[in-house]
């Protein structure tokens, strides 16, 4: 799983509606900070951590809701495989699109904020694009269940298959997704260390930043 530490940039935050609230409250002030000069930074020019770190709670939002449900189905799909002909529709829950809201808001939003981060952004493409296609193979594996053997179109793809070829290439997408946040967190990272020591030196607060890192 991937998870941010903001310590000092979001603060502490609470659950549901007020976490969210909270967040585009943030992400409103710190976009209002923005001067043109900013948005145009040269290309290899030091990124505000503050913002970057502020967009990638978009990102971290879509991978660690989205898996939960994708993981469920790849372990119940992986279980009825075992159970063979003792298996049932009723044993698969479906992936239903609420579970992919988060990645569908990142990929809406994300590209909206700044600064520009068009690897991260394309990464998130991708693995909502591999994470709809791994529901949708959910789907038909638990349909197959509940199907009679002549209903079935002896033409189609096997779901077991098509199941198996989807898991594989949304795990690559999510690998993918991955690097690029953590890539951005270890810059952000870095960036709040230098600012901390610059500040105040290597005191308490930054030996403290630094193993959090």
């Known amino acids: 799983m991937v998870f941010i530490g903001l310590i000092g940039l979001v603060g502490p935050m609470a659950c549901g509606d007020a976490t969210q609230e909270l967040r585009n409250q943030i992400g409103e002030r710190l976009q209002q900070r923005l001067t043109p000069d900013d948005a145009q930074k040269p290309s290899g020019a030091p990124l505000p951590p ?9 990102y971290v939002d879509c991978v660690n809701t989205s898996r939960v449900p994708l ?3 790849f372990r ?31 990929q809406r939003e994300g590209p909206l904020l700044q600064p520009p981060l068009p690897e991260l952004e394309a990464a998130a ?40 070829a989807a898991f ?18 270890a810059e952000v990272d870095a960036a709040v260390l230098a600012e901390v020591e610059r500040r105040s030196g290597k005191g308490l607060e930054w030996h403290a930043r630094d193993l959090m890192r």
Do not use: M
């Not at 503050?50 to 978009?58: D, T, Y």
């Not at 799909?77 to 044993?91: H, L």
């Open 71 to 73: 993981y469920a189905g």
């Open 76 to 106: 119940q799909v992986s279980a009825a495989e075992i159970a063979g002909k003792r298996a049932r529709a009723t044993d698969i829950d479906p992936v239903l699109d609420e579970s992919l809201e988060s990645c569908s808001k990142a």
């Open 168 to 185: 594989t290439r949304w795990d690559e997408s999510r690998q993918a997704l991955d690097a690029e946040i953590d890539a951005r967190q």
């Open 50 to 58: 503050e913002l970057v770190a502020n967009k990638l709670i978009l």
């Open 125 to 164: 493409a991708t693995y909502l694009a591999r994470a709809r296609e791994l529901a949708a193979a959910i789907g038909a594996v638990r349909a197959s269940l509940a199907e009679k053997p002549a209903a079935q179109d002896p033409h189609a793809t096997d779901p077991k298959t098509r199941f198996a």
